[in-house]
């Protein structure tokens, strides 16, 4: 049973691998673009009560840290939050993070997390139902077919009472890199679930 069967038959989020991101010199703007999809995200779901997230995948604990701290700070200047705020919106994830606690807390009502900044290869077991969005921040956070089947099983579960059209989780990536992991994408959707 391949997980290409299982978005067919619904029992998962639909997966939409969407490139937009170009070469940019200045990290605000790549950081725009993800915001800018995140926010129409959001707009969307607010109907269903439902406030997304975006996890953000980097290859190494050093890179998550920097990454989390370059997103907090964007955040906090675009949409002029403080700094507390902002902390209260990125989770920072990777084995034996202080964040990891409040991963079980996530998918609670009245949790204000949008964003998960993740090591790629996480031995933390979690998946959470609000995911929408998954960035890929370097190649070598998405380059095998097991980092990619991890990432995608952590937000292709469908949120509960979800009715209507199939929700879509999107892979939001940069044309850098986009030919080389498209492929790896697709054999993904390809595997077998059940071995």
């Not at 070469?23 to 269903?48: F, G």
């Not at 998954?134 to 956070?141: D, F």
């Not at 579960?157 to 009715?163: F, K, N």
Request: charged share 30%; with cysteine.
């Amino acid at each position: 049973y391949s997980l290409l069967k299982a978005q067919e038959e619904r029992y998962v989020k639909r997966v939409d691998y969407a490139v937009e991101m170009t070469e940019a010199d200045d990290p605000d703007e790549k950081w725009q673009l993800i915001r800018n999809r995140h926010e129409e995200t959001k707009r969307k779901l607010k109907v269903r009560k439902i406030l997304p997230l975006t996890i953000i995948v980097t290859p190494t604990i050093k890179r998550c840290q920097e990454v989390a701290e370059e997103l907090k700070e964007f955040l906090i200047e675009a949409d002029r939050i403080k700094p507390d705020t902002a902390d209260e919106r990125v989770l920072v994830v990777y084995n034996n993070a202080p964040d990891v606690r409040r991963l079980g807390l996530v998918d609670t009502a009245g949790s204000k997390v949008e964003w998960i900044v993740a090591v790629s290869m996480l031995n933390e077991g979690w998946d959470v139902k609000r995911v929408f969005q998954i960035v890929p921040h370097e190649e070598r956070a998405f380059d095998s077919k097991l980092l990619i089947a991890q990432v995608l099983g952590r937000g292709l579960r469908i949120p509960l009472g979800w009715d209507g059209a199939q929700p879509t989780v999107t892979v939001f990536n940069h044309v850098k890199w986009a030919d080389s992991i498209r492929h790896l994408v697709a054999e993904v959707l390809e595997l077998s679930l059940i071995h």
